[in-house]
């Protein structure tokens, strides 16, 4: 994927700045990262934490793994080198949305530990918060909402994540969600537990 940087092109600095868009919003912006096999309940807890945040007044916007191949991403496959871009593309988005002064989540298998370390490095360290959506392969596998563990163990879904394709663990998130042990309930406090002390600015502590 090309993606070389035009030398036509030049930065055009803002007239405001990201610690107004923070004081307009009365929120600290950041990234919260789910990474996590399919079923794993990433989407899930996702849309579950937008809802929560929204209705506490908080703007936020969740980019999900499946709906951002409907366009953004929709000339991507699953190749290695197509994961990686779709993953670059994603954390280039989420940096303007926290420089609009958003709060994003994201819901993406993400498999690979290089990529969400790319990922980190875009949207800035202390800002991206990753969180491990626990849940082993048996587990996801009896779920499997989509079918598509049925399909790539038939070898129909090619490059598979946790079949014919590795994941890659986080080896020191910010949180650990083990949705084979808590209902969507308690899993939801858990991560409202983690991000909401997050989004306070020095004001509104």
Known sequence: MNTTQSPNTVWHDSQT??????????????TIW???LSAAGKSTLAFALERLLIEAGHPCYVLDGDNVRHG?????GFSAVDRSENIRRVAEVA????DAGLIVITAFISPFREDRAKARAIIGEGVFQEVYVSADLAACEARDPKGLYKKARAGQVPEFTGISSPYEAPESPALVVDSTKLDISSALELLKAHVFPLTRTAKSR
């Open 95 to 98: 940096k303007l949305m926290n």
């Open 34 to 36: 789910l990474t996590g």
């Open 72 to 76: 953004l991403n929709s000339n991507l």
């Open 17 to 30: 700045t990201a610690q107004a868009r923070q004081t307009l919003l009365k929120q600290k912006p950041m």
